[in-house]
């Protein structure tokens, strides 16, 4: 693997996932912005989590060029998303600086109560289709729930946040219209289907992200990650379909900036 040269310009790069909202990076979101830069990552969406995460996101993307946010509940914190939390979200959701609502999904690794969690996924799969925004699915060993829910949905327009499956998942996924994005798992020595699933789908569906702080790409694996790191991303990616971290970095730049900006 090669390690990232930053004196090396190259294609920008767009992390399509990212917590600069989490309480481990938002002290100093200046610097990680900078350093961004320095890694020519010069487009990120940071997604919310919380009503704190989500006001924060905000915060971010009014502030920054180049950073847009993405609102909504994970699954995790579905027990808080009630009416007074869901009215609030919709009228978040209206603001300039909103490309996406997220991250909802379902996550039976952790023990909230799944009825709870399919109906906060519901709110914000209505939401995204009324206001005509694409979904960000956080999914954890619940692949069957949520592909079902999101066919019966009929919602054509979003991404598979950090994607950890099968090639089969992700290709049925990527057949109801999904963006599939991978993060710094595709990277990891235990992961070959993983890399399996990216060679498999066509580029125009593909996503990179980092889901800072967590998940660290090699080389950087079990540090705190952050937006500049989507450039390892880049870079593993790159060797799984023979490219260049260049082509890499600028297809996937290209489809995040039609799924979120609408425009190539
Ligand atoms: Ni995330």
Redesign the pocket.
């Known amino acids: 693997m090669a390690i990232y040269d930053s004196s090396r310009k190259r294609a920008a790069s767009y992390d399509s996932?990212t917590?600069l909202n989490d309480d481990k990076l938002f002290h100093d979101v200046a610097a990680y912005v900078g350093r961004a830069h320095e890694f020519d990552v010069m487009q990120m969406n940071v997604?919310g989590?919380d009503a704190l995460g989500n006001q924060r996101a905000l915060e971010i993307a009014r502030e920054y060029e180049g950073i847009q946010a993405v609102l909504g509940y994970?699954p995790e914190d579905s027990v808080d998303f009630d009416q007074a939390a869901q009215d609030k979200l919709a009228e978040q959701l209206k603001d300039d600086q909103v490309v996406g609502v997220g991250?909802t999904g379902l996550d039976y690794h952790w023990d909230t109560p799944v009825d709870v969690q399919m109906a906060a996924f519901q709110t914000h799969l209505d939401l995204a289709k009324t206001l005509d925004l694409p979904v960000i699915i956080?999914n954890r060993e619940a692949f069957q729930d949520v592909y079902d829910r999101l066919k019966a949905s009929q919602i054509h327009r979003g991404v598979i946040?950090?994607f950890s499956g099968t090639p089969e998942q992700a290709q049925a996924f990527a057949d109801l219209g999904f963006y599939i994005a991978f993060s710094g798992v595709v990277s990891f020595k235990k992961a070959p289907e993983v890399r399996a699933a990216a060679q498999a789908l066509p580029h125009e569906q593909i996503l990179v992200e980092t889901?800072a702080p967590?998940l660290a790409p090699v080389p950087k694996r079990g540090q705190t990650n952050e937006p500049a790191f989507v450039a390892y991303v880049i870079d593993s990616l790159a060797e799984t379909l023979s490219m260049t971290a260049d082509e890499v970095a600028d297809f996937t730049r290209k489809n995040a900036q039609r799924l979120f900006l609408n425009h190539d």
């Open positions: 996932h917590h997604v989590y994970q991250e956080h946040h950090s889901d967590y």
